[in-house]
């Protein structure tokens, strides 16, 4: 059976159908313009864990969402496929043992101890680095892989360290892009506790790439004096949540907002969205979680509206969803997951529908 005769045959109001990939949808990676890179890893997290069965949790969730999307309607019709394989269980195995390596690394720093003066911790230190550097290389030749085969290719993390490799490959397509940094925290340390490739230093790493021009980052409310160096020194942009807050509590619009923000960004846009620059109670249980925030439809908001500014994106990142005893944070991130492939899609001039209108 051809895509056509798929897409005749499928029914979107039905539940997906959980023996296929995300969202039920019946096609295959070659039928599917939208290839969605998994990466099940959290090696260096430091507080809550969890977010390494992010990408299961969004799937298992995947199968009951809606695909009648008010906005992108007909972008099912698409294929989005889930790229599960051999190497995703690899990088999900490598991700326990290594997070376990780390555990003592952490714990010795948090009691004052020196790294450097403990052999044995020193060891390991180097090996974590190590292999989250060979993850980084793994990502980016995966990358590479589908988007010379013309997929629109996104990463779905794990943890915030993920998407580095996923930021060089497309530093070898386009010469010139911005990141869209949505997150709580700065993500500006520089080997946060001796780890090169943190999730605490994903946007300090990414800024070593020299095609990134720029990151404009949106909601953040926790960071340290070192990262605020970082920013006021370097191509950063900072949105902070007070300072948003204080603004629309003196009458500026969310509409507003997102204008500013999309007016800082450059012509090309890379999106990177932790799922913990939202309100807690959306995903309460990702790693660093902070009080304040934006919403669920202030992010869509704001995505759609990049989508429509006439600015390029040309890929996205979804990371930190860490699932608890319920399915929420799986079902919020498969959704925003959804939602973000249909502002990608739009932007890219691929057909997703005619937004359908209510009668008032």
Same mark, same amino acid.
């Given at each position: 059976?051809?895509?056509?005769?798929?897409?005749?045959?499928?029914?979107?109001?039905?539940?997906?159908?959980?023996?296929?990939?995300?969202?039920?949808?019946?096609?295959?990676?070659?039928?599917?313009?939208?290839?969605?890179?998994?990466?099940?890893?959290?090696?260096?997290?430091?507080?809550?864990?969890?977010?390494?069965?992010?990408?299961?949790?969004?799937?298992?969730?995947?199968?009951?969402?809606?695909?009648?999307?008010?906005?992108?309607?007909?972008?099912?019709?698409?294929?989005?496929?889930?790229?599960?394989?051999?190497?995703?269980?690899?990088?999900?195995?490598?991700?326990?043992?290594?997070?376990?390596?780390?555990?003592?690394?952490?714990?010795?720093?948090?009691?004052?101890?020196?790294?450097?003066?403990?052999?044995?911790?020193?060891?390991?230190?180097?090996?974590?680095?190590?292999?989250?550097?060979?993850?980084?290389?793994?990502?980016?030749?995966?990358?590479?892989?589908?988007?010379?085969?013309?997929?629109?290719?996104?990463?779905?993390?794990?943890?915030?360290?993920?998407?580095?490799?996923?930021?060089?490959?497309?530093?070898?397509?386009?010469?010139?892009?911005?990141?869209?940094?949505?997150?709580?925290?700065?993500?500006?340390?520089?080997?946060?506790?001796?780890?090169?490739?943190?999730?605490?230093?994903?946007?300090?790493?990414?800024?070593?790439?020299?095609?990134?021009?720029?990151?404009?980052?949106?909601?953040?409310?926790?960071?340290?004096?070192?990262?605020?160096?970082?920013?006021?020194?370097?191509?950063?942009?900072?949105?902070?949540?007070?300072?948003?807050?204080?603004?629309?509590?003196?009458?500026?619009?969310?509409?507003?907002?997102?204008?500013?923000?999309?007016? !800082?960004?450059?012509? %090309?846009?890379? +999106?990177? @969205? /932790?799922?913990?620059?939202?309100? &807690?109670?959306?995903?309460?249980?990702? *790693?660093?979680?902070?009080?304040?925030?934006?919403?669920?439809?202030?992010?869509?908001?704001?995505?759609?509206?990049? !989508?429509?500014?006439? %600015?390029?994106? +040309?890929? @996205? /990142?979804?990371?930190?969803?860490? &699932?608890?005893?319920?399915?929420?944070? *799986?079902?919020?991130?498969?959704?925003?997951?959804?939602?973000?492939?249909?502002?990608?899609?739009?932007?890219?001039?691929?057909?997703?529908?005619?937004?359908?209108?209510?009668?008032?």
């Amino acid at each position: 059976m051809n895509k056509e005769e798929k897409i005749k045959n499928f029914d979107p109001s039905q539940p997906g159908l959980a023996d296929e990939s995300i969202f039920g949808l019946p096609f295959t990676a070659e039928e599917s313009d939208i290839v969605i890179i998994p990466v099940p890893w959290e090696v260096t997290v430091s507080y809550g864990a969890g977010a390494s069965e992010g990408p299961d949790a969004i799937l298992d969730a995947s199968f009951q969402v809606d695909l009648h999307h008010q906005e992108f309607p007909e972008l099912w019709k698409l294929g989005i496929y889930l790229d599960l394989n051999e190497q995703t269980d690899k990088w999900a195995a490598d991700s326990k043992k290594y997070k376990a390596m780390a555990q003592p690394i952490i714990e010795a720093l948090e009691s004052g101890e020196v790294i450097e003066s403990l052999p044995p911790l020193q060891s390991d230190l180097d090996k974590i680095n190590l292999v989250c550097r060979e993850l980084k290389d793994e990502v980016r030749e995966r990358v590479l892989y589908w988007t010379k085969k013309g997929k629109k290719v996104v990463l779905l993390g794990g943890d915030h360290s993920t998407p580095l490799g996923y930021y060089e490959a497309l530093a070898t397509q386009h010469s010139d892009f911005g990141i869209l940094h949505l997150d709580a925290h700065m993500d500006l340390r520089i080997a946060y506790e001796g780890f090169k490739y943190s999730h605490a230093s994903i946007m300090y790493n990414a800024l070593q790439i020299p095609q990134i021009s720029k990151i404009v980052q949106v909601g953040i409310r926790d960071f340290c004096e070192q990262e605020v160096e970082v920013a006021q020194k370097d191509r950063v942009m900072v949105f902070s949540d007070m300072d948003m807050k204080a603004a629309t509590f003196e009458g500026k619009t969310w509409a507003q907002h997102c204008d500013a923000i999309i007016d !800082a960004l450059p012509q %090309k846009v890379a +999106i990177s @969205f /932790d799922i913990d620059g939202m309100y &807690p109670w959306y995903c309460p249980n990702t *790693g660093t979680p902070v009080p304040g925030g934006f919403s669920f439809e202030e992010a869509a908001y704001l995505l759609s509206k990049l !989508a429509d500014s006439g %600015k390029e994106i +040309i890929g @996205f /990142d979804l990371v930190e969803v860490a &699932p608890g005893d319920t399915d929420w944070d *799986g079902n919020v991130g498969a959704r925003m997951l959804f939602h973000m492939c249909g502002v990608l899609a739009k932007n890219n001039g691929l057909h997703v529908g005619e937004r359908i209108a209510f009668k008032r």
